[in-house]
């Protein structure tokens, strides 16, 4: 397995406790991917992105250069082989524990995670607010087979192979714009990845003690002695968006 992650610049000294949590947590190969910049971070393998060089370059009205690879881009970028398995991460996270037992192997699914529970209907979230959709709800639904129990998975974190890492990439570098253009807010991004897998992939949701956080709606995650805890396990990813600290 390898574990990956992008950032620009901005978020480098943030994402410090990410960095240092997955070295302390997990010994195999460790990737970022370095938007506009290059660095070095202990433990890891950078690879400058050059901004010039980034096909999916939509911008969100809510956050100034927003730039992600976390559609499959990256594979552009290094010499992967179809059957590398790649665990592709946001970096606002810290691993707790370590990964050694979490056995994932991918032939062609993706392995991900939920944000909230129970996890949110698709319909209903491309109509929050802050999304600013400007389409028809009904026809843009029947446009992209979004069904009415069809239900969103964070994109924080994905695991898949490359082989499907590819494949993803390639059908979002074909309907992005179209997509992406009728809303305004960054997190449009995890509904098209959403939509893509869902109509293209066999994939599987894992146990909440994978990913987990405290702001997740309907957790039963609960914070002990400075650990995230889920039914007496340490949960492997929290998701702190930056706001908390915990122990790794």
């Known amino acids: 397995m390898i574990i990956a992650t992008s950032i620009t610049e901005s978020y480098l000294e943030k994402s410090k406790p990410f960095f240092e949590s997955v070295n302390k947590n997990y010994k195999g190969k460790k990737i970022c991917f370095c938007i506009g910049f290059i660095t070095q971070i202990d433990g890891w393998e950078t690879i400058e992105v050059p901004i010039e060089r980034i096909q999916c370059k939509w911008q969100p009205k809510n956050r100034k250069d927003f730039y992600t690879l976390q559609y499959g881009e990256f594979v552009d970028y290094y010499d992967f082989k179809d059957d590398d398995q790649v665990l592709f991460l946001d970096s606002d996270m810290i691993l707790q524990r370590p990964i050694s037992d979490l056995l994932l192997t991918s032939k062609g699914t993706f392995f991900v995670t939920d944000s909230s529970f129970p996890a949110a209907k698709i319909k209903d979230v491309i109509q929050y607010p802050e999304l600013g959709f400007s389409g028809d709800v009904d026809g843009f639904c029947k446009g992209y087979n979004i069904q009415d ?52 992939f066999p994939y599987i949701r894992l146990n909440p003690v994978v990913c987990n956080a405290t702001w997740y709606l309907g957790t039963k995650a609960k914070r002990e002695n400075n650990k995230l805890m889920y039914q007496n396990s340490e949960v492997y990813f929290v998701h702190t968006k930056f706001n908390e600290e915990y122990e790794y």
Not at 154 to 165: D, E, G, H, P
Request: net charge positive; glycine share 0%.
């Open 149 to 200: 129990d069809s239900r969103e998975f964070c994109v924080a974190f994905m695991y898949a192979n490359i082989r499907s890492w590819r494949k993803l990439y390639v059908i979002v570098k074909s309907i992005h714009e179209k997509f992406l253009n009728q809303f305004i807010h960054h997190s449009a991004w995890q509904t098209l990845i959403n939509i893509i897998i869902m109509n293209h």
